[in-house]
C-alpha cells in the first residue's frame, strides 16, 4: 500500500503543476474523511485501520475533475470506504473498488459539477505552482486573453473526448501524451477552448513512469493493465476500421486520451476486486479496456473507465468460478483417460 501511495506522488505533483495547489486541497479532504470514516467504522468491530484507506483516497481524488467542489469530494469519498469496503467487512473483503464506487456515485448523483466545468492546463514554469487554481486567477492564461475569452469560458470547454465526439476536432497525441491540454479551436465559428478531464489522467508520461516503479517493484499485476490496454486497442480498431463507427477515436487517440491510463494502472490493477487466475485476469482487463471503448461511443458521458471497472469487478468472482471448474473438468477427463488406458 505505501508503494502505491509513493506512486500516486508523482501524479499528485503533476496535477499540481498544471492545475494548482487546489488539487492537493482535494487530496487532503479525502485522505482526512476517508481515515475517518474507516476509524469510525474500525471502532465498532474493533479492527484495524490500513493504510488501504489512504491508497482509495488517493485514487479517488485523483480521478476527479480539479474544479470539484470540496463538499463533493467529501460525499464520495465517504461513499467510497463505506459503502465500497466497511459494507463488505473491511479491507480485503470488499467485491468492488472502493475508489470506483465513490468516483461512480459521484458521476451520476452530480453530473453538472463534475461534467460541466473543464480548465485548461497551466503551462510554462512554474505553472500551477504559484497558483491555487486558474479559475482563482483574474485573468485567464495568455492564449485564452488573446482569443478574446475570458475565464468564464475556460471554465466551461470540452476535454479531447468531448471535443471528438461532439464537434469532430481531435487534440495533438503529443499533448495527450505529455498532458499541456489547452488550446482554442473553433467550431461553426465559434471559439472553444480545449479543457483537461480528471486531475490524475492529464499526463500518460507520468504514469507510464509510476506503472514501471509498480511493475519493477511487483506491486502491481502487468497482465491486468497489459489486458485492460490490449482490450481498448484492438476494439478501436475494431469498431472503427472494421465496423466503420467513426465515433470511436484513432487507436492512439483512444490510447492517450481519458481515464484509460489511469485506470489501467490504479484501478484495473486493485488485488482484492480483481480476479486471482491467470487467465481469468487477462479476459477480466481485455472486458474492460473494451467497454470503456463502448461507453466512450454510446453512452451519455464520454468517458466510462468507472462503469466499465465495476462491471468488471462483478464479472470477477464468476470468471474465477468458471475458469476453475474448467481446469478440474479437464483433469478428471484426463485422469479418466489414464486409467482406461492404463487398464
Known amino acids: 500500500m505505501l508503494r502505491v501511495l509513493y506512486s500516486l506522488m508523482p501524479v499528485a505533483m503533476t496535477a499540481v503543476y498544471f492545475f494548482g495547489w487546489y488539487v492537493m486541497g482535494i487530496i487532503a479532504v479525502s485522505m482526512a474523511f476517508a481515515f475517518l470514516t474507516e476509524w469510525l467504522m474500525a471502532s465498532q468491530r474493533k479492527g484495524k485501520i490500513s493504510y488501504a484507506c489512504f491508497v482509495s483516497a488517493g485514487i479517488y481524488a485523483l480521478s476527479l475533475p ?43 448523483c ?122 481498448a486497442l484492438i476494439s478501436s480498431i475494431v469498431f472503427r476500421y472494421v465496423f466503420g463507427i467513426k465515433t470511436v477515436p484513432a487507436p492512439l487517440f483512444t490510447m492517450f486520451s481519458g481515464a484509460l491510463f489511469y485506470a489501467a494502472v490504479f484501478m484495473v490493477t486493485d488485488p482484492i476486486s480483481a480476479p486471482k487466475v491467470t487467465l481469468s485476469q487477462w479476459i477480466y482487463g481485455f472486458f474492460i479496456g473494451t467497454m470503456i471503448v463502448v461507453f466512450r461511443c454510446k453512452g451519455i458521458f464520454s468517458g466510462g473507465a468507472a462503469f466499465s471497472i465495476l462491471l468488471g469487478n462483478i464479472l470477477a468472482p464468476s470468471l474465477d468460478l468458471w475458469i476453475n471448474r474448467i481446469k478440474s473438468h479437464g483433469k478428471e477427463t484426463a485422469s479418466k483417460s489414464e486409467g482406461v488406458a492404463s487398464s
Request: positive net charge.
Open 110 to 231: 452530480f453530473p453538472i459539477e463534475l461534467t460541466g466545468k473543464f480548465i485548461p492546463v497551466f503551462t510554462g514554469f512554474p505553472g500551477g505552482f504559484c497558483h491555487w487554481s486558474i479559475t482563482g486567477l483574474g485573468q485567464p492564461p495568455h492564449y485564452i486573453a488573446e482569443a478574446g475569452l475570458k475565464i468564464i469560458d475556460a471554465v466551461t470547454s470540452a476535454t479531447p473526448m468531448w471535443a471528438h465526439r461532439n464537434y469532430g476536432y481531435d487534440s495533438s497525441l503529443l499533448s495527450l501524451f505529455l498532458g499541456n491540454i489547452g488550446t482554442i479551436f473553433q467550431f461553426e465559428g465559434q471559439k472553444m477552448i480545449l479543457g483537461a478531464g480528471s486531475m490524475g489522467e492529464v499526463s500518460a508520461l507520468v504514469i507510464m513512469f509510476s506503472c514501471a516503479y509498480l511493475f519493477w517493484t511487483k506491486t502491481a499485476n502487468w497482465r491486468l493493465t497489459v489486458s485492460t490496454l490490449l482490450g
Open 66 to 108: 480539479p474544479t470539484t467542489p470540496l463538499w463533493i469530494v467529501v460525499i464520495g469519498v465517504i461513499i467510497a470506504v463505506l459503502f465500497g469496503k466497511e459494507m463488505f467487512g473491511g479491507f480485503g473483503k470488499n467485491v468492488f473498488n472502493p475508489a470506483i464506487v465513490g468516483r461512480a456515485f459521484v458521476f451520476v
